[in-house]
């Protein structure tokens, strides 16, 4: 059975750090390509990181770029998302998801439909 758990959400004050996890079982996702998507309330799941599965390439939401870091860990079947400089908006769930596609456009990861497997979200808070 394939599953994504993602850990390492909280509460944090503005400017504050957090590093998320996303430890993947059932199978290996090397190949994969490797996102994080956040939903926060009354709004629609967004993207906000991925790193492919072939050449390592990793994109980014304007709205996080240069605060956030998304790295993987092959032999744990690990992605991460480093978050510094949070902000009050970036309060949300924020889900792993796993993509089987290979894609030379970053841009086909940015919707959630390209997406085989979903982890359930942590939550993510951010003080002002």
């Known amino acids: 059975q394939v599953q994504l758990v993602e850990s390492g959400g909280g509460l944090v004050q503005a400017g504050g750090s957090l590093r998320l996890s996303c430890a993947a079982s059932g199978r290996t996702f090397i190949g994969y390509a490797m996102g994080w998507f956040r939903q926060a309330p009354g709004k629609e799941r967004e993207f906000v990181s991925v790193?492919?599965?072939?050449?390592?390439?990793?994109y980014y939401a304007d709205s996080v770029k240069g605060r956030f870091t998304i790295s993987r860990d092959n032999a744990k079947n690990t992605v991460y998302l480093q978050m510094n400089r949070l902000k009050p908006e970036d309060t949300a769930v924020y889900y792993c998801?796993?993509?089987?596609?290979?894609?030379?456009?970053?841009?086909?990861?940015?919707?959630?439909?390209?997406?085989?497997?979903w982890g359930l979200g942590t939550q993510v808070t951010v003080s002002s």
């Open positions: 790193f492919t599965g072939t050449g390592g390439t990793t």
């Open positions: 998801a796993a993509s089987r596609r290979t894609y030379y456009s970053g841009s086909y990861y940015y919707s959630i439909g390209e997406y085989d497997y």
